[in-house]
């Protein structure tokens, strides 16, 4: 087994950091307070080319592999969570669904954008009455002569109000169950289609998060992707490869926590010793480095299995699972070891922990993650 990162991999990894820390971390606390990513970072994002990191050259991507763009959304969540969930968002779920299924017009038409910056996508799939249960969407999509006709509302939808483009789960069949959802490429300026308010949030304050309503949207026949009642299909696989991201988000979370953790336990002082000089520190900051490097294991390991081909859905959740419970812990710590002024705003890390929560919550809960392991064990 080779632990060690390709020479390419390990280049991505410290660009990344180098970026992050320089043009993301600075600006990280008032872009939560703000609730807003500025649009002059999201145009550096693009011209880093993260937003087609998994792109393939042909299509105007970097052609890079998965497990680049993991470091890429670690190495930027480590820095603003917001920012890192941004990327994940556009690259799982709104670009990865044409890679993976779209024709080849399709993906010549869109990819190149998606890739650039100069659009970014999003994706449509939870409901006020569909969460975890994404089987019971109700948005529908019926046929009208060389289009489609869009009508429902979509919650929670990451990048809304941001995205150029979203991937739209909608049912074609109400009477056949997951097999009657489909899938559509929608544009966001399609007449009838808007945006919610954006939500107020306890953690990734600064990422889009809106309802959608599509009222009578008209979306062009051709812009189906995939086959007529395989929605549920797509909508599954692309949530595999985002729980890996979702995983390295919450890595990167977790890395900041124990970071932030060491250098203040070495700096503080109390009875005239380092905080780092006392036993029950020690222990904190030798439990967050252990949980750390296991959830990156699990997390790098499920992106090595999908750049091999193979299947990833239980890997991928026990990855999700983990990353994302320990990224919580690890925040908790990190104000623990701070003690009153980990409490306060203007130090950092209880925005990690804020931030950390939502790692467990979406694109699957860590009660999803684990009847989908048990699921795959038990089959």
């Known amino acids: 087994m080779d632990f060690d990162l390709t020479e390419e991999q390990a280049m991505i990894r410290q660009m990344v950091r180098e970026f ?14 703000l609730g807003e990513i500025p649009a002059e970072l999201i145009g550096k994002i693009a011209e880093m080319g993260l937003f087609g990191i998994s792109v393939p050259e042909a299509y105007g991507g970097g ?51 998606l890739a650039g910056g100069e659009m970014i996508g999003s994706f449509g799939l939870t409901e006020p009455n569909a969460g975890s249960d ?48 489909s899938a559509f490429i929608v544009e966001t300026a399609s007449p009838g289609f808007s945006v919610g308010r954006q939500e107020e949030k306890m953690g990734i304050r600064a990422a889009k998060t809106a309802s959608l309503t599509f009222d009578n949207v008209r979306v062009p026949r051709e812009n189906l992707l995939g086959k007529i009642g395989e929605g549920f299909k797509i909508a599954l696989h692309s949530l595999d490869g985002g729980r890996v991201a979702i995983a390295a988000q919450a890595l990167g979370i977790a ?7 060491r250098e203040y336990a070495r700096m503080r002082q109390q009875f005239n010793r380092p905080l780092s000089a006392f036993q029950a520190i020690q222990f904190i900051l030798a439990e967050m480095a252990t949980e750390i490097k296991a959830a990156r294991m699990l997390t790098y390991h499920a992106a090595w299995l999908k ?18 419970e320990t990224a919580m812990k690890q925040s908790s710590k990190a104000v623990q070891v701070y003690g009153g002024y980990g409490y306060i705003r203007e130090n950092g890390v209880e925005r990690l922990m804020r931030d950390a929560k939502i790692t467990e919550i979406y694109e699957g809960t860590t009660e999803i993650q684990k009847i989908v392991v048990a699921g795959q064990l038990l089959r």
């Open 20 to 33: 992050a820390e320089k043009e993301v971390a600075p600006i990280a606390a008032e872009m939560d307070r």
């Open 63 to 113: 052609g890079g592999d998965f497990l680049s763009y993991i470091l890429a959304v670690e190495e930027l969540s480590r820095a603003c969570a917001s920012t890192g969930v941004t990327v994940e968002t556009h690259v799982s779920l709104g670009t990865e669904p044409i890679l993976n299924w779209g024709t080849e017009e399709q993906k010549q038409r869109y990819l190149p954008r």
């Open 134 to 181: 994404a089987a019971a969407i109700e948005t529908t999509a019926v046929p009208d002569g060389d289009h489609w006709l869009l009508n429902g509302s979509k919650i929670f939808i990451s990048n809304s109000g941001l995205a150029d483009l979203c991937i739209v789960m909608a049912m074609t069949d109400k009477t056949a169950g997951t097999r009657g959802i």
């Open 255 to 261: 890395q900041s926590a124990f970071d932030q953790a």
């Open 307 to 324: 750049d091999q081909g193979q299947r990833i859905t239980e890997a991928a959740a026990m990855a999700k699972y983990y990353a994302s």
